[in-house]
């Protein structure tokens, strides 16, 4: 218990911002947090004040795991990459060979998950392949 | 003759009328007693119990349902009690432990997740992903988001350096 006391105003905002499926486990050490956010700036949020807690996430304590319940199938999202193009690959992983790549800021559509890590998306030219979640925001 | 069947019903009236004040004359239990009692019984301090007419309803929460039955019974016991009303709702079960992904697929994730972060090194043991080299603050909150997701058993990052 001694976990969820220092990371109170973490859990505190994520029931508060109506995280559903909120599941909150200490176990060995660890504060798990999982969850699915309304949307990508409260898991920004939520993501922030873990940070103001835990300067730079380094005490390792703390794993949360947060999806942003707007990302779902047919949605539409935009490449986040810092300045590159985003890779479309042929399956889920880096070792997949790219078949294809979505311009920086360009806008695509989600059509369903592999997995948490790689999103199935198509772009509005038609290239379809597997592209990593972390670059994709959902347009909200 | 006479006499032998004048006694019998002597005394059969007599059982009669003694089983007659028994019952009819029983004192009577009031539902505040049996309230005090309920109270009173550590067993039962969790629960909330209204009595009427000495009928017990319950209410609260058991952490199961032999819990549940348990704390009726021990009700029905109290003298006075008619019957129970058993609303006692029953906790729910308690959250699965966490999953934690096998280390095979967590070090793919690991390194699906660095490819653009060649400055940060990261190993895997059993579930726990170890982190050295160095990254910027903002490249590091990126990279922990994407390690978190892989369902480790832990992320320790007590060997990286973050740059200004």
């Known amino acids: 218990m001694a976990l969820q006391d220092k990371y109170r105003q973490l859990v505190d905002t994520a029931v508060a911002t109506g ?87 360009e806008i695509i559509t989600l059509v369903s998950k592999a997995n948490d890590q790689w999103w199935l998306v198509r772009t509005d030219d038609g290239e379809e392949g597997y592209a990593y979640a972390q670059y994709l925001a959902p347009v909200e | ?65 032999a819990e549940k039955e348990a704390c009726e019974n021990v009700v029905k016991q109290i003298p006075g009690v008619k019957s129970v009303v058993n609303n006692a709702t029953i906790a729910p079960p308690p959250a699965p432990p966490v999953e934690i992904a096998a280390d095979d697929p967590l070090t793919k994730g690991v390194a699906d997740a660095l490819k653009d972060h060649p400055t940060i090194k990261a190993t895997v043991a059993e579930g726990v992903i170890s982190v050295t080299g160095e990254a910027t603050a903002a490249n590091w909150r990126k990279v922990k988001i994407a390690l978190d997701g892989l369902k480790p058993k832990k992320v320790d990052a007590s060997g990286l350096t973050i740059k200004n």
């Open chain 1, 19 to 105: 995280v559903n499926n909120l599941q909150i486990r200490e176990q060995d050490g660890v504060l798990y947090i999982d969850g699915e956010a309304p949307s990508g700036a409260i898991k920004d949020r939520l993501w922030d004040i873990y940070g103001s807690i835990d300067p730079n996430f380094l005490s390792g304590d703390v794993v949360m795991n947060i999806n942003v319940a707007t990302a779902v199938p047919g949605a539409r999202v935009k490449v986040v990459t810092e300045r590159s193009n985003l890779n479309i690959r042929k399956g889920p992983g880096t070792d997949q060979p790219i078949v294809g790549k979505a311009a920086h800021k």
């Open chain 2, 1 to 65: 003759m006479q006499k032998a069947l004048s006694r019998l019903f002597k005394v059969t009236l007599f059982i009669a009328m003694a089983a007659f004040w028994l019952f009819s004359c029983k004192p009577k239990i009031k539902d505040a007693d049996i309230q005090t009692q309920i109270q009173n019984n550590p067993v039962l301090s969790h629960l909330v119990a209204t009595v009427k007419d000495g009928v017990v309803t319950l209410s609260g929460e058991c952490k199961d349902l």
